[in-house]
């Protein structure tokens, strides 16, 4: 009878489980659409800005995740890749004023750069691979002031883009293109782990010898892994661009990328959820720490406290809740 109820708990999680992975990808983003779409008529213009902000950023979060998370590369200089994307935009929407084929031109510029650093990063491991994307973030800002002529140097380039269709409020527009290209990118991204690629990325990140033996082409797959998550840095460059209307060194600077990858790991490492999670801490959190820069008068507070504050929730959760936010509910279930 004891052994009876002990078991229980067991297959009823395994029923939820297997449930939860029968619920098609593109549900939840249907969903996550339609109450996009309602905050929109809802919320102030300076709400949809952050929340156009929080799409922007998922689409980041959501690539970085699955190549840290699901695949074990750490990554330091997906804020480069943004930039990357974003500069690329901006030079073929100012050139074309097309907007589809600028964005196009970002991701396939920065899904190359993600095959150069993926090739490199695919013979390395743990700090060397670190110290590798940690250079690329500190070379490619450079890179537009050596080129002041084409980039602008520090004052950057300005966007040119067409207005919103009919009476469309700017930021309503804004949080609609941005959030689109979220959820597809979301859609794509849990399409593609939930296949043979999923399970390849998750045995290279448990053992790679052991994925070796069992067939598994490490280095492809790290190569690919790299690729996407590079793709998806450069499409929310992309809508970094679109938001500013511009496109500057200043907006990507070195502590983008270390708060890309603390977002990551306080939302939870390799879940979708998690990077939602973490996209609304990266815009949460530095609004909070203006406000308490604002009230304390003191304007050079803003930018520390901002760090601060991400590794005062970083410390919290790991001690918490070591799988991240989203394994809170998880774990909460589980003891139940």
Request: net charge positive; proline share 5%; aromatic share 6%.
């Amino acid at each position: 009878m004891t052994g009876v109820l002990q078991k229980s708990p067991t297959r009823s999680g395994q029923t939820l489980a297997r449930r939860r992975r029968r619920v098609p990808p593109l549900v939840p983003i249907i969903l996550g659409a339609l109450l996009v779409l309602a905050l929109t008529y809802v919320l102030p213009p300076f709400r949809n800005y952050q929340l156009a902000t929080v799409g922007a950023y998922f689409t980041v979060t959501a690539g970085l995740t699955v190549l840290t998370g699901l695949n074990g590369q750490l990554s330091l200089g997906h804020g480069a890749l943004m930039a990357t994307g974003a500069y690329t935009f901006a030079l073929a929407q100012n050139r074309w004023l097309s907007m589809p084929l600028s964005v196009l031109a970002a991701i396939l510029t920065t899904t190359l750069a993600g095959v150069v650093i993926g090739l490199a990063a695919a013979r390395l491991r743990g700090p060397y691979l670190a110290g590798l994307t940690l250079a690329v973030a500190v070379v490619v800002p450079s890179v537009t002031s050596t080129f002041d002529e084409t980039f602008n140097s520090d004052m950057g380039l300005s966007v040119a883009l067409d207005p919103p269709p009919g009476v469309v409020p700017m930021e309503q527009w804004q949080a609609w293109l941005c959030w689109a290209g979220a959820l597809v990118t979301a859609f794509l991204l849990a399409t593609l782990v939930r296949g043979r690629f999923g399970r390849d990325l998750r045995a290279v990140r448990d053992d790679e010898t052991a994925a070796r033996l069992a067939g598994v082409h490490v280095a492809r797959t790290q190569v690919i892994a790299f690729v996407v998550s590079a793709a998806c840095a450069g499409l929310a460059g992309v809508l970094f661009a679109f938001l500013a209307q511009s496109v500057s060194p200043g907006a990507f600077p070195l502590t983008l990328s270390l708060f890309l990858v603390m977002a990551i790991v306080i939302g939870g490492l390799g879940r979708l959820v998690g990077a939602l999670l973490g996209a609304v801490l990266l815009v949460a959190l530095p609004a909070l720490a203006q406000t308490a820069s604002e009230r304390s008068g003191s304007q050079h507070l803003e930018g520390n406290l901002a760090l601060v504050i991400f590794g005062v929730v970083l410390v919290v959760v790991m001690l918490a809740a070591p799988g991240g936010l989203a394994s809170i509910h998880t774990n909460f279930r589980r003891k139940r």
